[in-house]
């Protein structure tokens, strides 16, 4: 009989997201009739741009046309699609980005994942706590843990527990660490990282030969202009860190799948031998060798993005799902519901009121109110005590269920 992978069996019972569609439909088969309202995953409800749409389907003309049609197109993206990237998302705020780094995936997710293969198994690995589990569940696969406790947490890696103590900000840890997995605007607390908080990450780890792990989906939903959206709007930051992006929530891409990742030619790795080596070439040879590109037709939407006309309906997009975000903090506020978040991100960060566990307010919320959420416990256990609600909906749903939510939970 072939073996299997045994990091596999150290995972929890469930990955977070179908935990909670399984007890979703549980309620739903039993209570039919149920006018259930989703804030839970942060998946987009509104459509395409209408830019990217009619780039699409002009994409699908050229794909019926001998002269114009596509087959394998480029592991690393079209470089028309980089070269807007490189332009509009890192030049125009002062990021020395070259377009020959920019790498187009379908997913930032899949990217955050697989980006381990081009790292050792040895490395010592920092998370912030609570945190988006891709994270750690991937390094649990990969090995490079030991087996969970009581409280979720997993031997081998150091935790960095964030609160409204610390603004959700992780202080920066006293011992070394090699790989740091930053999230800003965070995933799942909403919160924003100063420039000044970014540069003493990234003089921590060029001083100790430390690589950022930087997730940047949600830099379209910041509001201040004082926060940075890329890490290499930082001194230093392109001689440190990995940058991930999504065209899943500014653009609505989640079913059509577009993303990107960053890696300077700068940045480099230590060989077994004690040499450097570059960590371009190494995720240019592994998405060479295990990725074939995102479609033809997929890329010309994405480029279309940086359109004047998707440039304005991207950003009417973005105001929508922000305007989302506001009614439910403001909503929930009124209420006398500690909340978190929802200003330069589209999600809110919820006290459980009540001091109900985080399993046990999802629980409340869809029997009472047929709403749902994300218990913040999934996230690790210093969400224990928090939700996550997600912004992304529509207007009426979100109106629906803050009175819902409001009316059952005043405080």
């Not at 081998?156 to 740091?180: C, M, Q, R, W």
């Not at 940086?306 to 799902?321: C, H, M, N, R, V």
């Not at 009121?353 to 210093?382: E, I, M, R």
Request: proline share 5%; aromatic share 10%.
């Amino acid at each position: 009989m072939a073996t299997i992978n045994d990091n596999y069996l150290k995972l929890k019972a469930g990955y977070l997201f179908p935990e909670i569609a399984r007890r979703v439909a549980t309620f739903a088969e039993a209570n039919p009739d149920a006018p259930i309202i989703k804030l839970g995953i942060g998946d987009v409800t509104e459509p395409l741009p209408e830019a990217c749409r009619t780039a699409m389907v002009k994409a699908v003309e050229d794909m019926g046309d001998r002269d114009n049609f596509k087959g394998y197109g480029p592991e690393q993206g079209y470089l028309w699609l980089r070269e807007k990237v490189a332009q509009h998302d890192f030049q125009s705020r002062g990021c020395d980005i070259d377009p020959s780094e920019i790498f187009i995936s379908d997913g930032s997710k899949c990217d955050c994942g697989n980006i381990l293969d081009i790292f050792g198994s040895n490395n010592s690995i920092a998370v912030t706590d609570p945190v988006y589990p891709v994270y750690v569940d991937t390094n649990v696969m990969a090995g490079h843990t030991g087996p969970a406790n009581e409280n979720g947490e997993y031997d081998g890696l150091t935790y960095l527990p964030i609160s409204a103590e610390n603004a959700f900000t992780a202080s920066i840890p006293h011992e070394k660490v090699d790989l740091i997995y930053l999230c800003f605007p965070n995933n799942p607390t909403g919160a924003v990282a100063s420039k000044e908080h970014l540069q003493a990450w990234v003089n921590y780890a060029r001083a100790h030969g430390s690589i950022i792990l930087f997730d940047a989906a949600y830099e379209a939903f910041i509001t201040d202009p004082a926060i940075p959206h890329s890490i290499y709007e930082i001194e230093g930051a392109r001689e440190c860190a990995i940058e991930f992006r999504s065209f899943s929530k500014n653009a609505g891409f989640t079913g059509t799948r577009c993303a990107l990742t960053v890696v300077p030619k700068t940045l480099m790795g230590k060989a077994a031998d004690g040499s450097e080596v570059a960590l371009h070439s190494l995720w240019n040879r592994r998405q060479s060798t295990k990725f074939n590109g995102v479609s033809y037709i997929v890329q010309r939407g994405a480029e279309a993005v940086y359109s004047p006309e998707g440039q304005a309906q991207t950003k009417a997009l973005i105001d929508f799902y922000m305007e989302n975000a506001r009614i439910i903090r403001e909503q929930l506020t009124a209420a006398g519901i500690a909340v978190y978040g929802g200003v330069n991100a589209p999600y809110v960060w919820v006290k459980t009121p009540n001091d109900l566990t985080s399993w046990d307010f999802f629980d409340k919320l869809l029997h009472s109110c047929h709403v749902v959420g994300t218990p913040g416990s999934g996230f690790g256990a210093a969400g224990e005590g928090y939700f996550r609600i997600s912004a992304f909906n529509s207007r009426d749903n979100v109106n629906e269920a803050m009175r819902r939510v409001t009316e059952k939970f005043r405080v």
